[in-house]
């Protein structure tokens, strides 16, 4: 079995790594290779990844290349985890929709549609490429936004899963609440990426008794201080929201805080400083602790799990995934892509049935799908106008005022990468 890495320079690669060594029964790997065109950088993450390798016996050979179709071709799966613009455009989407009084974050809002215009194209392009070397390879998407850019696969006609850590976060802090293995615990996940909702959580698989009463009444106080909502608002909801829901929810305090301190790109790009220094040192075997604080918590196990599943007769029967929505939620269009349960095997997904959701749920879903889709055809047919249109559909901005200010500071900081300016 083949994978490949696009974007296999990322900070984030060694907790992949990691995972792919711990879970090799599952996920039985006989080459790796990493792709970027950051030769340097590629180096030293591949050196460390070939060290975790050997300091855990696992068999198989990795290797590095800034070659895109030498990467991937006859991949069995190549994974896309990649930034186009780097932490320093990261910054920008975090920065200046903060001008007009909006947020400022990099997979919501403006900030979430610069970096869909960024990314879409590219991502195209790769696809392409892999399908003319193995037009049976499965791509699984980790670049964010990951809704938007699954959806521009699947259109395209790739065979594509995105993947999220938010589900699995959960699963396993939810896990360790009960005092149970994290396989016990099955979530009742529905919405879309960085927009869903826990509306259950059940012991033993999909039909399993309902425990998420009794986890907001014994440990409401712990969640909410994880979400950084008051308790009573999730008492009040008695689902657990995604931590992102917070920029819907308290949308303001939120922008009142952003603006206050450092962003989270400036954070990150110390954070990466610091850590391909450590990746350097031939010493190190093993993923640093830091590299925790860089986020993407338990992404490697939920990539190790949707790809066993994909490939094989490994993995998880039941995962959360990003797929066609498939006429799932009867409300949104049949090729939306939503973030749920499904059955995952050879042939891909199959979303579980989910009920009939509360308006208040159903609205906001409808409502980020509306935003999506114009924010794909902002991103494939390029135009201020249509990321007008985008950026007023979106729920967090919705004014005129706010839509023009944003366009014009979008298009201003993003023109190197948008090929239609």
């Known amino acids: 079995m083949k994978l490949a890495v696009v974007g296999g320079g990322s900070t984030y690669t060694p907790e992949l790594i990691d995972g792919f060594a711990r879970l090799r029964d599952t996920l039985p790997i006989e080459e790796l290779v990493l792709v970027d065109p950051a030769a340097g950088r590629l180096e030293l993450v591949g050196g460390l990844a070939r060290r975790i390798f050997a300091k855990q016996d696992h068999p198989g050979r990795i290797t590095t290349t800034s070659d895109l ?21 990261r910054n920008q989407d975090e920065t200046w929709p903060l001008e007009c009084g909006c947020v400022g974050q990099e997979t919501t809002g403006a900030g979430g549609l610069a970096k869909a215009l960024r990314t879409v194209p590219v991502v195209l392009d790769i696809a392409e490429r892999v399908r003319r070397t193995n037009p049976d390879a499965w791509i699984i998407d980790f670049t964010n936004p990951v809704g938007i850019v699954t959806r521009a696969l699947l259109r395209a006609g790739h065979k594509a899963v995105g993947l999220c850590n938010v589900a699995i976060g959960f699963q396993r802090k939810f896990a360790r609440l009960l005092e149970v293995e994290p396989g016990q615990v099955h979530l009742d996940h529905v919405g879309l990426n960085h927009l869903s909702w826990e509306l259950g959580v059940r012991l033993g698989g999909p039909d399993g008794e309902n425990v998420l009463p009794g986890l907001l009444a014994e440990h409401g106080d712990a969640i909410a201080d994880d979400l950084r909502m008051p308790r009573r608002i999730i008492e009040r909801l008695g689902v657990v929201p995604s931590y992102y829901l917070r920029y819907f929810y308290a949308h303001d305090e939120v922008v009142r805080e952003l ?64 797929t066609r929505n498939g006429g799932t939620l009867p409300f949104l269009p049949d090729d939306a892509v939503i973030e749920v349960q499904a059955r995952v095997g050879r042939e891909g997904p199959a979303p579980l049935a989910v009920p009939a959701l509360d308006p208040l749920y159903a609205g906001l879903i409808a409502n980020v799908t509306a935003y999506e889709d114009l924010a794909l055809d902002a991103a494939l047919r390029g135009g201020r106008d249509r990321v007008f249109t985008a950026l007023l559909a979106h729920p967090l901005i919705g004014q005129y005022a706010y839509a023009e200010g944003l366009t014009d500071r979008l298009i201003a900081h993003n023109r190197e990468h948008l090929a239609w300016t």
């Open 259 to 322: 603006g206050t301190k450092p962003s989270r790109a400036a954070e990150v790009a110390a954070m990466e400083k610091e850590l391909l220094e450590m990746y350097g040192d031939p010493a190190l075997e093993e993923k640093p602790a830091l590299l925790a604080k860089r986020g993407g918590a338990f992404y490697s196990e939920a990539a190790v799990d949707l790809a066993a599943a994909l490939l094989g007769d490994g993995g998880s029967p039941v995962q959360v995934v990003n």
């Open 69 to 89: 179709d030498a990467g991937v071709a006859d991949a069995d799966a190549v994974l896309l985890q990649l930034r186009v613009g780097g932490q320093a455009a």
